[in-house]
């Protein structure tokens, strides 16, 4: 008897006396992407969460569940190598991808996810390990969100800061150089401080990640001993020296990178419409999920900004640096699991085979971050598998074909299948608009106060919500059977975006969603001091208000703006209206009158 017949025969025996607490799986005769090559014809057994055999000969084991993949691909479980993890835990399976790199999120979101790994009671999520709470400098990027972190001032206690970010359970160490752009500035460490943290977690034995933005910040990272780079950077141009330069110094320190088209594109303007119009996507996000991948940072495309991220790409590819496919979803323009597809097919387009990024999805990541048996196709590995139709690796479209996706060796599809429901009814079960007032004012005086005829109404707007230092008085008279609403702000640094101004409410709760789709436009008159002011909008599933420009002259203005003009905008789910200051430090005042929902 053969070698492969024995070894048949015993797994089959084993499988058959352990059948009652066993889950067993034969995915039969698919082409099998095992991390790093493909194989044609191979059959692979699953059992109890672990690939038993990934190159299975013999007769199916009693009581298993026979998958056929003639026609399809057998890939390892997708990775993302870089996400924030902090909601929709569930789902990245439900596009396969089945771990996910976290770059920055709660230490008690990381801690619950790590206990509930080591218990394998983390079926029904994609795993993830995280930097925890990532290194940045106080007023640093990172710090902008609205909740208080830990900061590091100087290199000098840059070992204590590691090791308490490790005690936290940090599986890596994530490091912040950004300046910021434009009006939006941020603090930074400096390039001694970086390189005091670098060695402080090769010192404890953990990887450190350089986030940059920029080809200077790029070279001061991989310089300092960075182990990888959390994105390239957007440009319109770059030279081929500069392009080589950065390669061959990746090259020679050992570092891998991260490109985050997914990102990069969101601020360039550009839409991931391949995704979105997936119609094997179609169904599996809710109106909020899809409202954020549709948001970008950029309402006017201006595609050149890609131009340096792609030939840097192509550049390390050609040195042999290794490249990971991470989205940084969790941003405008992304959205967990439905965006390593997109980024995938961007690694293709920058000028990788799909092979290669099938790898920067699967083995890659797993072992640049070192996560252990995942990420391949191969005995004694986690069964986190996704069986796709088609062949990924002449069109890395194939990927959203998605037929199943096993986690632990369990299978996903029920998931899918109440996505699917889920989303069904959220459609069939809009609503009706809220009934608006006949003239469409939303701007009142009752008793000496300002109202307004439905919803929580008015209230200062001001970024110390999220730990900003602006400031704002409003002050209300009446005005041609209205509110007259003056706005003093006091606009201050400290804050990426800061903002200071009125805003209004249209929910029955603070921040609940209200159908205004009775209006299309929103109209107002207005006067100040000659400065530049936002109207703003924000509504559920967008994760930052969309802002137009208006102006505020000396004599009255009428203005209208339709909603149109907010990308992305669902009149459905408004959740506050702004009118405000910023982000320009500085005193500012001017007054809004007759505020009307209209619709032209």
Not at 243 to 269: H, M, N, R, W, Y
Not at 380 to 396: F, R
Not at 525 to 542: C, I, N, P, S
Not at 544 to 562: H, K, L, M, N, Y
Request: net charge neutral.
């Amino acid at each position: 008897m053969t070698k492969t017949a024995l070894k048949a025969l015993a797994l089959a025996a084993g499988i058959t006396c352990a059948a009652a607490q066993a889950s067993t799986t034969l995915v039969q005769d698919a082409r099998v992407f095992d991390g790093k090559f493909a194989h044609e014809h191979r059959s692979v057994l699953v059992v109890d969460g672990v690939i038993a055999d990934a190159d299975y000969h013999g007769a199916a084991p009693a009581g298993a569940r026979i998958v056929s993949g003639k026609g399809r691909t057998l890939l390892p479980g997708l990775i993302d190598s870089h996400v924030h993890a902090y909601r929709h835990f569930e789902l990245p399976l439900l596009f396969g991808v089945t771990t996910e790199v976290d770059m920055f999120t709660s230490v008690q979101a990381m801690q619950q996810t790590t206990k509930a790994m080591a218990a394998g009671t983390n079926r029904d999520k994609a795993d993830f390990f995280s930097a925890g709470t990532l290194v940045t400098a106080p007023g640093g990027h990172g710090t902008e969100y609205g909740f208080q972190i830990p900061t590091l001032a100087n290199g000098a206690n840059a070992q204590a800061f590691v090791d308490a970010r490790i005690a936290e359970g940090s599986h890596f160490i994530k490091v912040v150089m950004e300046d910021g752009y434009g009006e939006h500035k941020f603090n930074s460490l400096d390039r001694a401080t970086v390189k005091a943290v670098i060695d402080a977690a090769h010192r404890r034995g953990k990887l450190a990640v350089v986030h940059i933005s920029t080809l200077a910040n790029a070279r001061a990272a991989l310089e300092a001993g960075a182990d990888g780079l959390a994105h390239l950077f957007p440009g319109k141009s770059i030279s081929a020296e500069d392009v080589d330069s950065l390669a061959q110094l990746a090259q020679a320190k050992g570092a891998f990178v991260i490109p985050t088209f997914t990102v990069l594109e969101s601020i360039a303007g550009l839409k991931p419409r391949d995704v979105m119009d997936e119609p094997s996507f179609a169904g599996l996000l809710n109106k909020e999920q899809r409202a954020t991948l549709e948001e970008g940072y950029r309402n006017v495309p201006v595609p050149q900004l890609m131009t340096a991220p792609k030939m840097v790409t192509a550049a390390l590819r050609k040195a042999g640096v290794p490249v990971l496919a991470g989205t940084d979803a969790g941003n405008p323009g992304t959205q967990y699991g439905i965006s390593l597809h997109h980024e995938m097919a961007a690694l293709v387009d920058a000028g990788l085979t799909p092979r290669e990024a099938l790898v920067a999805a699967t083995s890659g990541p797993a072992s640049a971050f070192k996560l252990g048996k995942r990420g391949q196709v191969a005995n004694g590995y986690k069964a986190d598998l996704v069986l796709v139709e088609g062949d990924p690796l002449t069109d890395i479209g194939a990927t959203r074909h998605i037929v199943e996706v096993w986690k632990d060796g369990e299978s996903t599809t029920a998931l899918r299948d109440q996505q699917r429901a889920h989303v069904a009814q959220e459609q069939q079960a809009r609503g009706t608009p809220l009934a608006l007032p006949a003239d469409g004012r939303i701007s009142l005086v009752r008793d000496g106060k300002l109202a307004s005829p439905f919803g929580v109404g008015w209230m200062p707007s001001e970024d110390r919500m999220m730990g900003g230092r602006s400031s704002v008085k409003l002050a209300t008279s009446e005005s041609n059977g209205g509110a007259l609403i003056a706005v003093d702000a006091k606009v201050e640094p400290g804050f990426a975006f800061p903002w200071a101004g009125a805003g209004f409410m249209p929910g029955a709760q603070p921040m609940r969603p209200a159908n205004l789709s009775g209006a299309n436009a929103i109209a107002f008159r207005v006067r100040g001091d000659g400065q530049r002011y936002q109207l703003t909008m924000l509504w559920q599933g967008a994760s930052i208000p969309r802002g137009v420009p208006f102006e505020a002259g000396s004599e009255w203005t009428d203005v209208t703006i339709p909603f149109s003009r907010f990308d992305g905008i669902d009149p459905a789910a408004l959740l506050m209206i702004g009118f405000n200051a910023g982000p320009k430090p500085g005193s500012y005042h001017f007054e809004i009158a007759d505020v009307r929902l209209v619709r032209q």
